[in-house]
């Protein structure tokens, strides 16, 4: 596993992203291409940048990423493709809804690598998860075009099949995807709901 981790570390400092959390997100877009150009995609818990990096070289100079994180994300060297709108929020706050609200008619695509804090405690670690996945369906849910994409980080235990059953709910298509730079012995998994059916997550 230590190869592994190495492989994908190097990857990423010789590419220029600032983690190797980056090949989550580009082995699922390089399979089922959600991302697209000229689209508004908005990331949660973005820290330290290398997915909204990653979706702006997608997106291209027509299209916006917008990246959510509590920790301040220190971009200056953008990728020379979609402009990157980094903010420094809480996904709970509403002070958050509004500025999205103001700022941007809604979003395309959603992605959120967000974790909670692990306490060891694989019960706990597993309904904080679930905790923070619901948040990133309920921004969805007001900001998500229709046939809208989320894409998000989730860690399975005994209430994920039910939440998955909730998402199925939400949108036309529902997968469960662990990708190959996911650690083997990790319990994240990512759920990519395709096809967001407006008004199902009121």
Not at 114 to 131: E, K, V, W
Not at 177 to 195: M, N, Q, T, Y
Request: charged content about 25%; glycine content about 6%; some cysteine.
């Amino acid at each position: 596993m230590k190869n592994v981790k190495d492989y994908y570390y190097k990857k990423a400092k010789k590419e220029n992203y600032p983690a190797r959390s980056v090949y989550k997100l580009e082995e699922a877009q390089k399979k089922y291409k959600f991302l697209k150009k000229g689209q508004r995609v908005l990331d949660l818990g973005c820290h330290p940048g290398s997915w909204c990096l990653y979706a702006a070289s997608i997106v291209a100079a027509k299209g916006t990423v917008v990246g959510v994180d509590l920790q301040k994300t220190d971009q200056t060297a953008q990728k020379d493709h979609a402009e990157i709108n980094w903010l420094c929020y809480d996904v709970y706050s509403e002070e958050l809804i509004n500025h999205l609200k103001k700022t941007w008619p809604g979003f395309h695509v959603v992605l959120s690598d967000m974790a909670p804090r692990t306490t060891g405690n694989q019960y706990a670690d597993h309904q904080h998860s679930l905790q923070l996945v619901r948040r990133v369906l309920e921004i969805a849910g007001m900001f998500l075009h229709p046939n809208g994409t989320v894409y998000c980080k989730v860690f399975q235990g005994e209430d994920f099949p039910a939440f998955v059953q909730e998402a199925k709910k939400l949108f036309q298509t529902v997968k469960v995807v662990k990708p190959d730079s996911s650690r083997r012995e990790s319990r994240e998994v990512f759920l990519l709901g395709r096809g967001f059916i407006k008004g199902h997550g009121k």
